[in-house]
Nanobody, 124 residues
């Protein structure tokens, strides 16, 4: 079992930056692929970024590519999402998720453990 706790969300103006963190409990963190998913009001939850177990393979959705960076520190059991050039359409609840596999997948149902989410609001 893995517990995930997100932090770092908030309100920011368009063009600004935020850094999300996700702290994981448990000994297996380094063997899990991790993802950041987001859900805007009235929309389905989708994958914004993902990273494999060692951090040498990443995925970004087209909407965040070039602006967001996912990274992990297995020594600290933490995964990060650096978000630059934020846009109002990035407004959503952001969820950290863990997949019991070394490699990431793009479908949300592929992830086994979820955090409670953190709100990110970007004003225009």
């Amino acid at each position: 079992q893995v517990q995930l706790v997100e932090s770092g969300g908030g309100l920011v103006q368009a063009g600004g930056s935020l850094r999300l963190s996700c702290a994981a409990s448990g000994r297996s963190f380094s063997t899990y692929a991790m993802g950041w998913l987001r859900q805007a009001p009235g929309k389905e939850r989708d994958l914004a970024a993902a990273i494999n177990w060692i951090g040498d393979s990443t995925y970004y959705s087209d909407s965040v590519k070039g602006r967001f960076t996912i990274s992990r520190d297995n020594g600290k059991n933490t995964v990060y999402l650096q978000m630059n050039g934020l846009k109002p359409e990035d407004t959503a609840v952001y969820y950290c998720a863990a997949r019991r596999d070394l490699n990431w997948e793009t479908t949300p149902r592929s992830y086994d453990y979820w955090g409670q989410g953190t709100q990110v609001t970007v004003s225009s």
